[in-house]
Nanobody
Framework: QVQLVESGGGLVQAGGSLRLSCAAS????????MGWFRQAPGKEREFVAA????????TYTNSVKGRFTISRDNAKNTVYLQMNSLKPEDTAVYYC?????????????????WGQGTQVTVSS
């Protein structure tokens, strides 16, 4: 059974930083691309960042480019999202997800397992 467990969320002031972690189990973690998504109240879930199985390829939504960095440690079966220069509009529940593919994708329907989410709140 595949499990993804996020951690690292919390309350931070605008301009601050947080580092989210997602620990995976139940699948050969290093074989698949991983992604982060977020969902704000009253809004649809949106893509944030993705990383290929090797970590050599990454992609980001425009609103977080230059502020967020996705990375992975395949030895620890963990993917990270370093979030800097946080803004109130980054407030959301953040989810990590794993695909059944090796290459990165921004399409939510290509992710077959999801974590339970971690709340990030940025105060102004």
């Amino acid at each position: 059974q595949v499990q993804l467990v996020e951690s690292g969320g919390g309350l931070v002031q605008a301009g601050g930083s947080l580092r989210l972690s997602c620990a995976a189990s139940g699948r050969t973690f290093s074989s698949y691309a991983m992604g982060w998504f977020r969902q704000a109240p009253g809004k649809e879930r949106e893509f944030v960042a993705a990383i290929s199985w090797s970590g050599r390829s990454t992609t980001y939504t425009n609103s977080v480019k230059g502020r967020f960095t996705i990375s992975r440690d395949n030895a620890k079966n963990t993917v990270y999202l370093q979030m800097n220069s946080l803004k109130p509009e980054d407030t959301a529940v953040y989810y990590c997800a794993t695909t059944g593919e090796v290459t990165i994708t921004t399409t939510p329907t290509k992710y077959d397992y999801w974590g339970q989410g971690t709340q990030v709140t940025v105060s102004s």
